[in-house]
């Protein structure tokens, strides 16, 4: 199994958050939401999507890894990013509301 932990937390660092013990279900599922929309990308973009932002290597290690040159990396990994946020949302609006899961109304 992917350790995408890494990615939630730097997620929450961004927004200047202090995640504590009460955001563990909130974690828990944005690192389940971020490993099924990773499996919906194509190997290509999941490849370097991991390679930066779970390895943590720079671009140009992974251009060498990949074999390919510093400026395809850079637009693989610029698609693969709107690929996940796509891939993100859809499976958000696919999740049923916490309401509607409980039965309210609006």
Do not use: C, N, W
Not at 16 to 36: F, I, K, S
Not at 66 to 93: F, H, M, P, V
Request: no cysteine.
């Amino acid at each position: 199994m992917l350790d995408l932990s890494r990615l939630v937390m730097l997620g929450f660092e961004a927004t200047g958050t202090d995640p504590g013990p009460e955001d563990q279900h909130e974690r828990t599922r944005a690192v389940a939401l971020l490993e099924a929309a990773l499996g919906d990308l194509p190997v290509a973009s999941r490849e370097v999507l991991l390679l930066v932002g779970v390895e943590g290597l720079e671009q140009d290690e992974v251009a060498t890894i990949l074999g390919i040159s510093y400026d395809a990396t850079r637009k693989r990994l610029s698609r693969a990013r709107a690929e996940l946020a796509q891939a993100i949302d859809e499976r958000e609006r696919r999740r049923p509301s916490a309401a509607t899961t409980r039965g309210e109304t609006t």
